[in-house]
């Protein structure tokens, strides 16, 4: 079993910067894929980003540029840092754990409860 716990998010003003952290306990760190997907209000939830063990990566065109996400394998910690944000960045962002390099949310196993990142227009 795994839990995650995502922290960081909050209201930040367009053109600002945030960092959402993940938290996983439980045995399944090691040797997985770690995501990141956010959902706004009546959306489907959609890819952010992802990070292998290893560290491959790969993300969503839209967040190119200005996410970038990364990894702490020794403190079973993800990181997702938010540059540049803009209104349409305002979701709630989940962290997900997963078996293999997936950009789709049905490949990942687990996930937190998500945290609400908000950026007024």
């Known amino acids: 079993q795994v839990q995650l716990v995502e922290s960081g998010g909050g209201l930040v003003q367009a053109g600002g910067s945030l960092r959402l952290s993940c938290a996983a306990s439980?045995?399944?760190?090691?040797?997985?894929?770690m995501g990141w997907f956010r959902q706004a209000p009546g959306k489907e939830r959609e890819f952010v980003a992802y990070?292998?063990?290893?560290?491959?990566?790969d993300y969503a065109d839209s967040m190119k540029g200005r996410f970038t996400i990364s990894r702490d394998n020794a403190k079973n910690l993800v990181y997702l840092q938010m540059n540049s944000l803009k209104p349409e960045d305002t979701a709630v962002y989940y962290c997900?754990?997963?078996?293999?390099?997936?950009?789709?949310?049905?490949?990942?196993?687990?996930w937190g409860q998500g945290t609400q990142v908000t950026v007024p227009s």
């Open positions: 439980g045995s399944a760190f090691r040797g997985f894929v």
């Open positions: 997900a754990v997963g078996y293999s390099q997936s950009t789709r949310a049905n490949g990942y196993r687990y």
């Open positions: 990070i292998s063990y290893t560290g491959a990566t």
